[in-house]
C-alpha cells in the first residue's frame, strides 16, 4: 500500500463555511438539549428539526435526488461538528447515510429515485440491517431468509443492533436468499418500509452511551415486500454491504473525532478557570502534558478521518485500509480523550452536571459498531498482506 498524492485532501472555503455553518446550529440548537436528550432517553427531535431545517441531515445525497451534493469530507465535517455537541444526534446524518449508501452503490436507478428525495427532503429517515443475535462480527453467518414467492420475496428472522430503529421510515436489510449457496454469496440486500406487514420492532435497548439514539431490533414474521426493492443483484447483499462500511466507518471516525474535541474543548475552558494551591490548574505542568497528548492525538485521528474521506470521495482502491484505520484510530483516540477530560475535571467530571462523563460514554460504542476495532485491525492486515 503506498499513497502517490501529495493533497491528499483539501479543505478549502467551502468547507470552512459549512464547518461554521454547521457550528452555529449545533451550539445554539442543539447542544442545549444534549443532556435532556441523554438523561431521558429520548430521541432528539429539536436537532432533527434542526439538521433538516439546514440540509444537514442528510448531506451525502446527490442533487440529482433533491439533496445537496455534499462530498464525503464534507459529511465529515457536519457528523463531526454535530457530534462535537451531541452524539445521539450526530447520528442522523450518519445513520441516513448508512442506510442509504448500500442504495447509492448498488440500487436500480427506479429504486433511487423512489427512496433518496424521502431521505433528501427530510420527510424520512434510513436505517441499515446487518447484524443479527449470532452474526455480529461474523455477517456471513445471517439466518435471516427472504424466500422468493412470486413476485415477492417473505422476509422471516431477526436483525440487531439497529440504529434509529422505530424512528426511520426505510431500512436495508441483508437477507439469505439461497440457504444451500456459497457462504457470502447467497445474501440479497432490499428496502423494507416501517409499515410493512409482519414488520415490528424490539423493546429499545438500555445502553451505556448515545442514548437518544434508539437502538432495536428488526423483527420478520412472514413480512412480504415486492420483489422490486431489491438493491443490486440476487445474492450480491453482503458484498453491498462490507462495500458500503468501507465508506461509512469513516463517518464514524468523524463521529469519534467530534466527541472527542467537544470533551477537550470543555477540559481546556475548565482546567484555566479551576483554581487549586493559588494557581490556575492549567498551570501545572503535568496538566500541559496530558493537554499536549490530547491535542496532538485528536489531530492526527482528525488527519487520517480526512484522508479517507477523500479516498471514499474518489473512491480510491486502498479505501477499505484507510476506512478501517481512520475507525479503529480515531474512536481509540477518543475514549482515551474522553477519559483523560473527565480526570481533569476530578470529582466533577464523574458527575452529570458536567458533559464529560456523557462524552466518554457516548464515545465507547465508537469502538465497536460498524465492526469493533478487533475486526478493523483484521481489516487492516488482509489490506497490508494482499500487498
Known sequence: MSTSEFDLFRINEDHEALREAVREVADEQIAPHAAAVDEEGRFPDEALRALVATDFHAPHIAEEYDGVGADALATCIVIEEVARACASSSLIPAVNKLGTMPLVLAASEEVKSRYLPEVASGRAMFSYGLSEAGAGSDTAGMTCKAVADGDDFVLTGQKSWITNAGVSEYYTVMAVTDPDGPRGRNVTAFVVEKGDEG?????PEKKLGIKGSPTRELLFDGCRIPADRMVGGLGEGLKIALRTLDHTRVTIGAQAVGIAQGA?????????????????????????????????????????????????????????????????????????????????????????????????????ITQIYEGTNQIQRVVMARQLLRG
Not at 414488520?199 to 423493546?203: C, D, I, L, P, S
Not at 474518489?314 to 475514549?335: E, I, T, Y
Open 199 to 203: 414488520f415490528t420492532f424490539g423493546a
Open 264 to 364: 477537550l474543548d470543555f477540559a481546556l475552558g475548565y482546567v484555566k478557570e479551576r483554581q487549586q494551591f493559588g494557581r490556575s490548574v492549567a498551570d501545572f505542568q503535568g496538566v500541559q502534558f496530558m493537554l499536549a497528548d490530547m491535542g496532538m492525538k485528536l489531530e492526527a485521528a482528525r488527519q487520517m478521518v480526512y484522508v479517507a474521506a477523500s479516498k471514499s470521495e474518489r473512491g480510491d482502491d486502498d479505501l477499505p485500509f484507510f476506512g478501517a484505520a481512520a475507525k479503529c484510530f480515531a474512536s481509540d483516540v477518543a475514549m482515551e480523550i474522553t477519559t483523560d477530560a473527565v480526570q481533569l475535571l476530578g470529582g466533577y467530571g464523574y458527575t452529570r452536571d458536567f458533559p464529560v462523563e456523557r462524552m466518554m460514554r457516548d464515545a465507547k
